[in-house]
């Protein structure tokens, strides 16, 4: 998978900077056909599964480097604020001020064992400050009932003073590279594989030549063809190709589509996306649906704020995003008809 081969070449290169290109690649193949599918995985592999490419004393470096970050993290509460410091003595509240100072830190910290924490780790790192800390931080009713898990706030503090971080930093590479030509800060925006590289052993030419394999696979198929396997890889690995799609000025749409017809699919596009973004667009929404649907549900059943919202509340049987979503477009007043499609 493309989209994995950096991440893990990343990992094993820093746990074993002299470890040469060709056992590398082993080692990513070995992962790879043993089941890996994500770099959560890895905290799954053995000893046994690498002993054949390394000696005892680099494949310890590296399981050690497997191991997840954010199990043994510890957050630095001596170098928080000290107004932080008492407000978890004594449970209470820090102001808000503090609190993003603490974020500050804490995003500094995580930052040192990974540039970029996934929302899953970030996520990880938040439920065990709630966990330990609720009086000071968890997301709270007047009652003092928890909203969801109590993280979601602090979670999402974190993560954008993360994106923050690295967009600052990924935009001042890019004015400083000798590259080619400037590009403004909205090029980079999100992403984190702005500028790919070929994949291994390919080159320009082969690369070109599996994208014109699209486009004949698409002229004989048409949509149905973005189902076939084969497709979903030929796409992965021509991916470096559609860097053009983020320049300036930006290609008209319709050359994009004569390219890469397979891009204007779904599958295509939410493809294409997570390797632009390393975000897996459905998986995030329906984490957010579940992370933040029923408080949104429970704060219109609370406070009703017009009739539209009470009407939607006392039909029954609907499901949580679709009821979410209605109830969002009635507290607006907006017709549902204007982003829904409803089919017989």
């Not at 290169?13 to 599918?37: C, F, M, W, Y």
């Not at 030509?181 to 052993?201: A, S, V």
């Not at 009703?304 to 607006?332: C, G, W, Y």
């Amino acid at each position: 998978m493309t989209t994995m081969f950096e991440e893990l070449k990343a990992i094993i290169l820093r746990a074993l900077p002299t470890i040469d290109e060709n056992t590398v690649q082993k080692l990513i193949n070995q992962l790879q056909t043993s089941g890996l599918e994500s770099i959560d995985d890895l905290k799954y592999v053995r000893q046994e599964d690498i002993a054949d490419l390394l000696p005892i004393i680099q494949q310890r470096k590296l399981l050690d480097a497997f191991k997840m970050w954010t199990e043994t993290f510890q957050v630095p509460w001596n170098l928080m604020p000290v107004e932080v410091q008492t407000a978890i003595s004594e449970g209470n509240r820090p102001s808000p001020a503090a609190r993003r100072q603490m974020v500050r830190v804490l995003a500094d910290e995580m930052r040192k064992y990974d540039l970029n924490p996934t929302r899953s780790q970030c996520l990880s790192v938040c439920r065990s400050i709630i966990l330990q800390y609720p009086k000071s931080f968890a997301d709270q009713r007047e009652n003092g009932q928890l909203l969801g898990g109590g993280y979601t706030s602090l979670l999402i503090q974190l993560k954008t003073r993360i994106e923050n971080l690295n967009r600052t930093s990924s935009f001042r590479q890019h004015r400083t590279s000798d590259l080619g030509g400037k590009r403004g800060p909205t090029d980079i925006y999100g992403c984190t594989r702005f500028q790919p590289d070929l994949p291994p052993e390919e080159t320009n030419d082969t690369v070109e030549v599996k994208r014109q394999k699209l486009e004949d696979i698409y002229g004989q198929e048409g949509v149905k063809g973005s189902e076939r396997s084969e497709v979903k890889q030929l796409m992965e690995t021509t991916f470096c190709l559609r860097r053009h799609i983020n320049a300036l000025p930006a290609p008209a749409i319709a050359d994009v589509r004569d390219k890469w017809p397979y891009l204007f699919t779904q599958k295509g596009l939410y493809a294409h996306f997570e390797l632009l973004t390393d975000i897996n667009v459905l998986r995030a929404l329906e984490f957010s649906m579940e992370e933040c649907g029923k408080n949104i549900v429970e704060f219109f059943k609370s406070k009703p704020t017009n009739d539209k919202v009470q009407a939607v509340l006392s039909e029954d049987d609907v499901e949580l995003s679709l009821r979410v979503i209605q109830l969002l477009m009635a507290h607006f007043e907006e017709s549902i008809e204007g982003l829904v499609l409803f089919e017989n």
